[in-house]
């Protein structure tokens, strides 16, 4: 069945985004700055070695300063604090990340919030999370997938104020920053989860819907508007072990208007929001002075 859905397709965006970034950090490193990004990484789980063995890369090809700091999963939380800490003392990195999940019984709050604001570059930290929320007129990082998200929507044309949009799923990665992205732009929002009842009477009303909840292909057409932007933040495996998304892709491109694949749509938009990010933050520690 041929597709009736705009395919919101987030690799060329986010190609056109890279390269923004390249000449961006071209133009810091002639004025003698090189953006530095540290990601830090604990254990071994396959899928965050591969996300960030694919940020390294990029940074490297954008000519980004790029450290990955590969710790054991029975590292002590002191020890991670310590690295943490010796990151926001150096001048040479402008930018740090802790891959998310942490091996328990580490604490990933304490470790975010740990990080200096000012090198948030995943925007997770409680002060930024505040700036955000409270709709601050400062220059702050934002989570990069909601942030990488709300590029796709105006590369898009999709219109924003006054419409409905959906949220499905509250992480603090993507639904409770989605939603106050969401809300600046004067979308009426409404935030479910996984649990909620009648769900699907709710995503039905969306004239946006993000679904970021981890269940493969939780939403089929029937729970599709016609017409609707569909946003795919999953990143799921179906039974064969093929990476698919929260969203029955075939069956939903037959109702929506535009949608966005998994893969090919939010993850190539997140390293790249990440890299865009990473230079913001070289830029603003050179005007503030720090
Ligand atoms: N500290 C953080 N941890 C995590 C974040 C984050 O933003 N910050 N997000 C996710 C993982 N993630 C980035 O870290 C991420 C996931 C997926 C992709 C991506 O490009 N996916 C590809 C498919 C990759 C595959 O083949 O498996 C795609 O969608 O095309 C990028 C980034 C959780 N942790």
Excluded at 70 to 90: C, F, G, H, K, M
Excluded at 224 to 234: E, L, Q, W
Aim: charged share 20%.
């Amino acid at each position: 069945m041929s597709r009736l859905a705009t395919l919101i397709d987030g690799k060329k965006l986010a190609n056109e985004l890279n390269e923004q970034t390249k000449q961006a950090v071209e133009a810091l490193s002639a004025k003698g700055v090189q953006p530095g990004l540290a990601v830090i990484i604990v254990g071994e789980d396959p899928a965050s070695q591969l996300y960030v063995r694919n940020k390294h890369r990029k940074a490297a090809q954008l000519g980004i300063h790029s450290v990955v700091k590969q710790l054991p999963a029975d590292i002590t939380q002191a020890e991670l604090l310590a690295v943490v800490r010796q990151l926001n003392s150096d001048s040479s990195i402008h930018g740090i990340l802790v891959q998310s999940p942490l091996p328990e019984p580490l604490d990933e709050h304490e470790v975010t919030r740990t990080i200096s604001p000012e090198k948030d570059v995943d925007g997770f930290h409680p002060l930024n999370v505040g700036l955000l929320y409270t709709n601050m007129k400062l220059q702050y990082p934002v989570a990069c997938t909601p942030k990488g998200i709300m590029t796709m929507l105006a590369a898009y044309d999709v219109p924003l104020s006054g419409k409905h949009a959906v949220v499905v799923g509250r992480s603090n990665i993507v639904g409770r920053p989605m939603t106050a992205l969401l809300m600046q732009a004067d979308a009426t929002v409404t935030i479910a989860n996984r649990h909620t009842e009648n769900l699907k009477s709710l995503t039905r009303q969306a004239d946006i819907l993000v679904v970021a909840t981890g269940v493969a292909h939780l939403i089929k057409a029937a729970d599709v508007k016609p017409g609707a932007t569909v946003i795919d933040v999953g990143m799921d495996r179906d039974e064969n072990g093929k990476l698919t998304g929260d969203v029955d892709f075939e069956a939903v491109s037959q109702v929506a208007g535009k949608i966005t694949p998994v893969p090919g749509g939010v993850g190539p938009m997140t390293i790249a929001t990440l890299m865009q990010q990473t230079v913001e933050l070289a830029k603003w520690s050179e005007t503030s002075g720090s």
